[in-house]
């Protein structure tokens, strides 16, 4: 059975690095981008099946990169991560289509529950007991 693949960009090397180590002992094939168009350079090449992407990154910031992952494919879940945003950006995220919005320090068993969600195609807000 093939490992589903998440794209991860982070321009942190901690958080990055952290997330990946998390995420492959859960059975994930990880890919990681240091900025978004890295990261889009990334979903263009590696086709994932889930991306997590930080809001503020240099380059091309979380919300630029969102609108050309999915022009170039809808299909694919975009989960954003973020310390440092506000409502507006949490809102223009959703607007633009991003599956959720996570603040950072990131609750792992959270973001497990969301990926789960995210690739089995059901909606950001169902619930694990439904």
Known sequence: ???PKILLIDDESVIREELEI???RKGYDVVTGVNGLDG???FQSDSPDLVLTDY???KMNGIAALQKMKAANPDVPVIMLSGQADMKVCVQALND???EFIEKPV???KLLGVIQRALDGKPAWWNVEN
Do not use: N
């Open 56 to 58: 503020r990154m240099p």
């Open 22 to 24: 998390y995420l492959r």
């Open 1 to 3: 059975m093939k490992k």
């Open 40 to 42: 889009f350079y990334l």
């Open 107 to 109: 609750d792992l068993k």
């Open 97 to 99: 289509d991003a599956y």
